[in-house]
């Protein structure tokens, strides 16, 4: 299968290395480890050790090929224009998934591209981009594919089975709308505090006061699920959050790095958007306000 990774950071690096195994990929990266990548090779190391010669460019623009899938790992607040340098890769039946954190990803991609094209992702991965061309895979987790508008299943259990097949644990959902929840819910309570406070994801369960901030801000973001039509209990997401800061404890959180690497942060998908369904539902989102507001005063 031909594979574009677009946006090959962390994530986007770790996937398409993989994926590069069993298939052709290129990456669309920035230009520091796009150029170490085609100097030196790209380099996984910690849970997974490969190294590994791919494809590798810093813009769209010096493709002239089309691709069955696209992998879609940018930041949010870049999805927009990301899709619409890739729209000219596309084929009719060419696939996007979108491996990214936030809520409204899939909404800003369907404004350039039929949406019977469009798959989502999900994964617990612990990915750091460590420095040009070399990336740390620091925790094993699971991923999760599936389709939003259930006119693409089969394309899902496809691309499903292709990972699995190029190493990367994979499982399809039929409910992949509420893995995206889930992990906004887990991301909202863990990824601002860790920023704010300038810490490791384990740190919040060991200060009293942050665990007790991560709970109450679990369950206002599980509420606002709920008021969404998401069948969620507060209890198991609560734990779910716990277990992600437990696996991930040494870890700083993606949004933690790009503070420490002044880039923009995902606040506005994550706790931003959840912020956007509170309201229009009629339930507080106090918290998740003032870790909006907290984090924009220190940017």
Not at 3 to 15: D, H, K, P, W
Not at 211 to 230: D, G, P, Y
Not at 261 to 273: C, F, M, Q, T, V
Request: some cysteine; hydrophobic content about 40%; aromatic content about 8%.
């Amino acid at each position: 299968m031909k594979i574009l990774v677009m946006g090959a950071g962390a994530i986007g690096s770790f996937f398409g290395a993989l994926l590069s195994q069993k298939n052709k990929v290129v990456f669309v990266g920035r230009k520091n480890h796009v150029q170490e990548i085609n100097k030196n090779y790209l380099k996984i190391k910690g849970k997974t050790n490969l190294k590994t010669k791919v494809i590798a460019v810093e813009s769209v623009d010096e493709i002239s090929e089309d691709f069955d899938l696209i992998l879609l790992t940018v930041k949010s607040y870049d999805t927009e224009n990301a899709v619409k340098e890739i729209k000219k890769l596309t084929l009719k039946n060419t696939t996007i998934l979108s491996l990214q954190n936030g809520l409204d990803n899939i909404e800003k991609i369907i404004k350039y591209v039929d949406k019977k094209n469009v798959l989502a992702a999900v994964t617990s991965n612990g990915i750091i981009f460590e420095k040009p061309g070399i990336i740390n895979h620091t925790g094993v987790g699971y991923t999760t594919i599936g389709e939003i508008y259930n006119t693409k299943a089969g394309k899902a259990k496809e691309i499903t089975k292709l990972f699995n097949e190029s190493g990367i644990k994979a499982s399809f959902s039929s409910n992949i709308k509420k893995e995206i929840w889930e992990k906004t819910i887990v991301n909202s309570s863990v990824n601002p505090l860790t920023t704010f406070f300038n810490c490791k994801n384990g740190f919040l369960l060991e200060n009293p006061i942050l665990k007790n901030l991560v709970k109450k801000i679990c369950m206002e973001s599980t509420n606002i699920a709920r008021s969404s039509n998401l069948n969620l209990d507060f209890d198991e997401m609560y734990q779910k959050t716990k277990s992600v800061i437990i696996d991930t404890k040494n870890n700083n959180s993606s949004m933690l790095q790009s503070f420490l690497n002044n880039k923009p942060l995902e606040i506005d998908s994550i706790n931003g958007a959840l912020v956007d369904f509170g309201k229009k539902n009629g339930v507080d989102t106090m918290l998740n306000e003032i870790l909006i507001f907290s984090l924009k005063s220190i940017i």
